[in-house]
């Protein structure tokens, strides 16, 4: 059974080929067990042996500018101009921090920029899906985990709320940090923003689509 009465609507959606690196926007994506298809299925590891994390992924909170560039090569250059070396790799994604997909609505991102003073893009937090609450939402991320949400064709297990780090103060075009961003997020909303989702059906999903909680779908498949 699927409530008829919709928490909000997809207003955006991206996805991120390279991890860390910038997104791209998308009006209709295909979600299959993996996730978003094409989202985060290369990336970038350290491979200098005087860095303490080589042979791991290089992250947004090592490099302020790594999401404002798309392509590897630049951001490969960008790591080399602070004396490390990385290596391209898409043959074992998708590279994810915790779960398949992420979520976001409007009402959680205001509660932010009321804190700070100023907008805030929703690309700071780097969502798959981005939407616009219905009038009389009034859920935080935590009341949301375990249940199922209806996207278009697809289904979506809520696993967790999303704890934040110092990439969200980053300006999305700039790289120019501001710290009052995640300091008003820990502060006062538990340092979270936004919810991780399984996938527990894959389908299709596009700008517009109500976002439904449904109770009649199974759990989430289990990672290969």
Not at 175 to 194: E, I, K, W, Y
Request: charged share 25%; proline share 5%; glycine share 8%.
């Amino acid at each position: 059974m699927t409530s008829s009465h919709p928490l909000g609507y997809v207003t955006h959606l991206w996805r991120y080929p390279v991890k860390s690196l910038a997104g791209e926007q998308l009006e209709r994506v295909e979600v299959d067990a993996a996730g978003v298809a094409g989202d985060r299925r290369a990336a970038l590891f350290l491979r200098s042996a005087s860095q303490a994390r080589s042979g791991k992924t290089y992250r947004g909170k090592e490099h302020e500018l790594l999401h404002t560039v798309a392509r590897a090569g630049r951001a490969i250059e960008l790591a080399r101009e602070r004396g490390a070396e990385l290596e391209y790799r898409d043959d074992a994604g998708p590279y994810f921090d915790d779960a398949a997909c992420s979520l976001i609505f409007d009402r959680w991102l205001r509660e932010a920029e009321r804190l700070v003073g100023y907008a805030l893009d929703p690309l700071r937090y780097r969502p798959n899906a981005f939407a616009r609450a219905a009038a009389d939402f009034d859920l935080a991320e935590g009341a949301l985990v375990g249940r199922t949400l209806a996207i278009g064709s697809a289904r979506f297990r809520v696993t967790a709320p999303i704890g934040r780090c110092v990439t969200t103060t980053y300006d999305i075009e700039t790289g120019a940090s501001d710290p009052a961003v995640l300091r008003a997020v820990a502060q006062h909303r538990d340092n979270v923003m936004g919810v991780y989702c399984a996938i527990a059906r894959p389908g299709t999903l596009q700008a517009g689509d109500a976002i439904l909680i449904t109770r009649d779908d199974p759990p989430a498949p289990s990672p290969a």
